[in-house]
């Protein structure tokens, strides 16, 4: 069976700066849906709010955009109420790595089978240009007039540290190879995070298309091994010349946490009749 490679497509036309990096994001999360032979009604998004958050307005799944931060506890919440879904949660490294830190640490360690997608680009576009925990220090921004003084953190180390199981990094100007790593993080069992360099165009544009294709390349080209957790560690440390590796750094198989709650071993909690169960003497049990 042929299926549409439009089906995810939405009439309504996202209001994205023009030349956002979120374009690229999209497309591809697009083509990796396609690819996967997925249809809209098994797909939902989690999205935090920012620029990025918006992308489940306009993408043809279903679709929760939540509170800041909260993407993740979100998606966590959908997938084990219905497992049988395929549960994408989206946001920005503002998003993600700042509101949202705690939230981040602790699904790394959880292991349940969602995707992770954080459009990073090292600020806070929505709200117009604050340095976010990705920023370069020395970045001028509006909460940053004189630069920037903390370091950034490196949220891939941070998220293989945790204990995450899938660990890639994509480019948003490159939207081909970034549906690969969506499509295969997607395919993963377990907590799969991919981190996008995404470039923002109106409040980093210091760091443009041209700035990444010039630093860019992918770890495949080096012979990494992403079952090599060290190297994996190894490969997130800022290289000497200023490149920046792209692709899968670290691969791991861990029984996610779905498999250890026999209530999931069946159907998915939302199709289990609950019409005949007693909650009686739990509550009076809690009174
Ligand atoms: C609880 C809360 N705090 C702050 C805000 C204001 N706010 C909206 S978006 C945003 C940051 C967005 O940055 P990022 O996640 O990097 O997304 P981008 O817009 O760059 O895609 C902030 C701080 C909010 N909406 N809610």
């Known amino acids: 069976m042929t299926m549409d490679p439009t089906r995810f497509n939405r009439e309504a036309k996202p209001t994205w700066c023009p030349g956002c990096g979120n ?23 989690s999205t935090g709010i920012g620029c990025s958050g918006k992308i489940s307005h306009w993408i043809n799944a279903y679709g929760f955009h939540g509170l800041h931060g909260r993407s993740l506890p979100v998606a966590i919440g959908m997938k084990l109420a219905s497992h049988a879904l395929t549960v994408i949660a989206e946001g920005g490294d503002g998003d993600g790595y700042s509101e949202g830190m705690g939230h981040f640490i602790h699904a790394c360690r959880r292991n349940v089978d969602i995707t992770y997608l954080v459009h990073n680009n090292g600020v806070f576009g929505l709200t117009t240009g604050q340095v976010s925990p990705t920023g370069d220090q020395g970045f001028v921004s509006s909460t940053t007039p004189h630069g920037a003084l903390e ?48 470039v923002c165009v109106s409040f980093n544009p210091d760091k443009s298309y041209k700035w990444y294709q010039e630093r860019v390349f992918d770890l495949d080209a080096e012979g990494h091994d992403p079952a090599d957790r060290a190297a ?4 997130t440390e800022p290289r000497e010349d200023g490149r920046l590796p792209t692709g899968l750094f670290y691969r791991a198989e861990a029984p996610t946490l779905e498999a250890g709650l026999p209530q999931l071993a069946g159907a998915p909690l ?3 009749d609950i019409a005949a169960v007693d909650v009686a003497p ?5 009174i």
């Open 232 to 235: 994996a560690l190894a490969a």
């Open 282 to 286: 739990l509550m009076e049990g809690l």
């Open 270 to 272: 939302v199709d289990h």
């Open 23 to 45: 374009f690229g994001i999209q497309n591809a999360l697009k083509k990796a849906l396609n690819a996967l032979e997925l249809e809209p009604h098994q797909v939902l998004l």
């Open 151 to 198: 370091r950034p953190f490196h949220p891939l180390a941070l998220a293989i540290g945790a204990g995450t199981t899938y660990v890639a990094r994509g480019f948003s100007g490159d939207s081909e190879r970034l549906a690969g790593l969506i499509a295969d993080a997607v395919r993963h069992p377990g907590f799969a995070v991919v981190d996008i360099l995404q």
